[in-house]
């Protein structure tokens, strides 16, 4: 999603006549993330995904239409999600620090689509959400108290 707002701004400068020297160009290149999110985003499936990785990259976690109280070998070790479930009632992924839906959370709404780098991202309590979440569950945008990943 990043990656949008970084070409529109490049776009922008570019109308107004800003010459961007190629390094600076190229840098923002690289720390733009999503291409590999938007290549694996697809028709709403229903189903949340983690990866171990930047940008949906890596090892894939998680992949599951329901609620989890505990993600096993998936604990700890998200940097990034997606959200493909149906939009209407329950179309947010609410994402926790804990097992059993505790601690800290943030969630996931479905037109955000992704988050590519949990690392920029805090829970609730203020913990970093990156290598954080346990376990998640799909609730109403209200049940999010103004806490979103991006």
């Known amino acids: 999603m990043r990656m949008f707002t970084a070409a529109a701004a490049l776009a922008g400068l570019t109308a107004l006549g800003v010459t961007v020297p190629a390094t600076t160009a ?4 690289s720390v733009a993330a999503g291409p590999v999110c ?4 697809g ?3 229903g ?3 983690a990866w171990q990785d930047l940008d949906c990259t890596g090892t ?7 609620n989890s109280s505990w993600w096993g070998a998936g604990n700890d070790k998200a940097t990034s999600v997606m959200n493909r479930g149906y939009v209407g009632s329950l179309d947010h992924v609410k994402f926790y620090e804990h097992i059993n839906h505790g601690g800290g959370y943030s969630c996931l709404a479905p037109g955000e689509l992704y988050a590519d780098n949990l690392t920029d991202n ?16 799909w609730v109403n945008g209200g049940d999010c108290n103004g806490h979103f990943l991006t």
């Open 26 to 29: 190229q840098a923002a290149g």
């Open 38 to 41: 938007n290549s694996k985003w």
């Open 43 to 45: 028709p709403r499936n």
């Open 47 to 49: 189903h949340m995904y």
């Open 60 to 66: 894939l976690l998680i992949s599951t239409a329901g």
């Open 122 to 137: 805090r829970l609730s309590n203020g913990v970093g959400a990156n290598d954080t979440i346990t376990s998640h569950k």
